[in-house]
């Protein structure tokens, strides 16, 4: 079984660009998250989505994060502009069902994003 | 404050030799807990799974204990070997169907 996919692996880009990332999550699984992880520390959930619907999105910062997931498979994260304190790994995770945090969530390998 | 607290923060233990690792959370009311592996430039996988009446969990040379009376999980890595050098994370699910993420404990296993 494919686990999630995440391309690309690192980006570097200057305060104030844009960056889009982008998830395919395993075949089938109905929910996925974006995490955002700061070096030492644990992943923070940015949003999640069951199907194509956003069930939870209360810790993105949307006046510069913005995610979709139009067709209930793959997702694209995006950050416009870009600051400094957004460098970090983003973490794609899927899970099977629409049980939330109940399920065991199966994570990519990340985007490690530095911003100059 | 954050719900979940893990320690030490970091260790660095010879090859063979066994350790353990503290996960310490306030989540309430709490639903279940997981250890998740993290190794250098991946994404977490998960090692164990507990409910509130279990109180242990093997996985190979991976044991997890959790005492939901005191709120503490333990992770206990049994002849250590270099390819335990990672980050285990304790992950802590409540009744707002949220998940809390410690920050790890950053293993580094030498020979």
């Known amino acids: 079984e494919a686990g999630v996919a995440q391309s690309p692996r690192y980006k570097i880009i200057e305060k104030r660009q844009s960056v889009a990332f982008w998830c395919n999550p395993i075949?089938?699984?109905?929910?996925l998250y974006w995490y955002q992880q700061i070096l030492g520390q644990g992943p923070k959930l940015l949003i999640q989505?069951?199907?194509?619907?956003?069930?939870?999105d209360s810790q993105l910062p949307k006046d510069r994060f913005s995610a979709e997931r139009l067709k209930g498979v793959d997702s694209t994260l995006k950050i416009q502009p870009a600051k400094l304190e957004d460098s970090a790994v983003y973490l794609c995770?899927?899970?099977?069902?629409?049980?939330?945090?109940?399920?065991?969530?199966?994570f990519g390998p990340g985007t490690r994003l530095l911003v100059l | 404050k954050n719900q979940v607290e893990q320690s030490p923060q970091s260790l660095i233990i010879l090859e063979g030799k066994n350790c353990t690792l503290q996960?310490?959370?306030?989540?309430?009311?709490?639903?279940?807990l997981r250890w998740y592996k993290q190794d250098t430039g991946r994404g977490p996988v998960s090692l164990t799974i507990?409910?509130?009446?279990?109180n242990t969990k093997s996985n190979g040379r991976y044991t997890a204990t959790l005492d939901a009376d005191t709120k503490q999980s333990s992770l206990h890595i049994t002849a250590s070997q270099l390819s335990d050098s990672a980050s285990y994370i304790c992950?802590?699910?409540?009744?707002?169907?949220?998940?809390?993420f410690g920050k790890g404990n950053q293993v580094v296993v030498i020979p």
């Open positions: 996960c310490n959370y306030t989540v309430s009311p709490f639903s279940n």
């Open positions: 992950v802590v699910s409540g009744g707002n169907n949220r998940l809390a």
């Open positions: 507990m409910t509130f009446s279990e």
């Open positions: 989505f069951q199907n194509n619907g956003v069930v939870d």
């Open positions: 075949s089938g699984h109905a929910t």
């Open positions: 995770a899927s899970s099977e069902g629409l049980a939330g945090p109940q399920e065991t969530q199966y």
